[in-house]
Nanobody, 132 residues
């Protein structure tokens, strides 16, 4: 059985950094592109960042560009999202998703705006709350 499990969420102060991790079990994560999405209360799901299976290509939402880094930790079958200078608007449940995808940035950009069914696996999410 394949599972994605996110961790690292919690209550943080505005301006602080946060490191979220997504671990996959049942598959080798290095074969999959990985994405982070978030859903704030009362809002639609929002794309945050994506990374290709090779790790050579990344793609970010404008709302986090410059504050956020997505990276692969293939030794631990994980993908990490580092967010710096957190803002109250970053408060949301953060979800990890995985999908088999050709390498490159363009496939990431295209999939960032697709529906849930476009992804092979989803995690259950981790809550991030940023206090002002």
């Amino acid at each position: 059985q394949v599972q994605l499990v996110e961790s690292g969420g919690g209550l943080v102060q505005a301006g602080d950094p946060l490191r979220l991790s997504c671990v996959i079990s049942g598959r080798t994560f290095s074969n999959y592109a990985a994405f982070w999405f978030r859903r704030a209360p009362g809002k639609e799901r929002e794309f945050v960042a994506g990374i290709s299976w090779s790790g050579d290509n990344t793609y970010y939402a404008d709302s986090v560009k410059g504050r956020c880094t997505i990276s692969r930790d293939n030794a631990n079958n994980a993908v990490v999202l580092q967010i710096n200078s957190l803002k109250p608007d970053d408060t949301a449940v953060y979800y990890c998703a995985a999908v088999r995808l050709p390498d490159g940035q363009e496939p990431l950009a295209q999939l960032a705006h697709r529906g849930d069914d476009s992804f092979d696996y989803w995690g259950q999410g981790t809550q991030v709350t940023v206090s002002s």
